[in-house]
């Protein structure tokens, strides 16, 4: 498809289980963000890639938090020990850097539902 | 306190209302603004950006940002029940600055 792909869609983890959730940006993005939506907050900044390196990890709230991103283009989103207050929807989202003109514009995938019993 | 504050809601009015969304922010340095919609179970997709202060209009669509207030509003006109989803605020400090701040979204239900 034409936009963003995440998998999977929905994971119900037991606690202290690893989880890898994975984002296929849209062909031809250099730029790569992951997001979590936890109910009644704002998209919080987990990590930022540009190409394959991570210029930003500021976001990631613990070191049970990691992410990678490969030839410029897949990204994997890495929980280890996941606990209850893990639980959310992990957005993706690409955007493509243009010279001039706006170029804020995230384009999101659907997310991977995070459910840690 | 949040970098960007915005009501959560629920908002329900009737088809054909004028819908009236709001955020206030506190960095002042913010100078990109964005209104993203999110419907049920998708990802939040760009409905109108603006530069610095002043209003933009997109067919029923209008944003308006006021810098001295920090303060920014959507406007919908003509409400329609497709209109019915969660509206997101977004800033950043540059047209490059790639970490938006985003409020917490108004859920917003349109009555046919």
């Known amino acids: 498809g034409a936009g963003v792909s995440q998998s999977p869609s929905n994971k119900v983890t037991e606690k202290g289980k690893d989880v890898e959730l994975r984002c296929d940006p849209i062909s031809g993005h250099t730029a790569l963000y992951w997001y979590r939506q936890s109910l009644g907050q704002g998209l919080e900044f987990l990590i930022y890639?540009?190409?394959?390196?991570?210029?930003?990890k500021s976001g990631l709230p613990s070191d049970r938090f990691s992410a990678e991103r490969t030839g410029g283009s897949v990204s994997t989103l890495t929980i280890q020990r996941t606990q209850q207050e893990d639980s959310a929807v992990y957005l993706c989202?690409?955007?493509?850097?243009?010279?001039?003109?706006?170029?804020?514009?995230?384009?999101f995938g659907e997310g991977s539902r995070l459910t840690v019993l | 306190q949040k970098e960007v504050e915005q009501d959560p809601g629920p908002l329900s009015v009737p088809e054909g209302a004028i819908v009236s969304l709001n955020c206030t922010y506190s960095?002042?340095?913010?100078?990109?603004f964005m209104w993203y919609r999110q419907y049920s179970r998708k990802g939040p997709e760009l409905l109108m950006y603006t530069y610095s202060s002043g209003n933009k209009e997109d067919g029923r669509f209008t944003a308006q940002v006021d810098k001295s207030s920090k303060y920014i509003s959507l406007f919908i006109r003509d409400s329609q029940p497709s209109d019915s989803a969660t509206y997101l605020c977004?800033?950043?400090?540059?047209?490059?600055?790639?970490?938006?701040?985003f409020g917490a979204g108004t859920t917003v239900t349109v009555r046919a």
């Open positions: 890639f540009q190409g394959n390196s991570a210029p930003d």
């Open positions: 989202a690409s955007s493509t850097l243009r010279s001039g003109g706006y170029t804020g514009e995230l384009f």
């Open positions: 977004a800033m950043s400090r540059s047209s490059n600055d790639y970490k938006l701040s």
């Open positions: 960095n002042s340095a913010f100078q990109y």
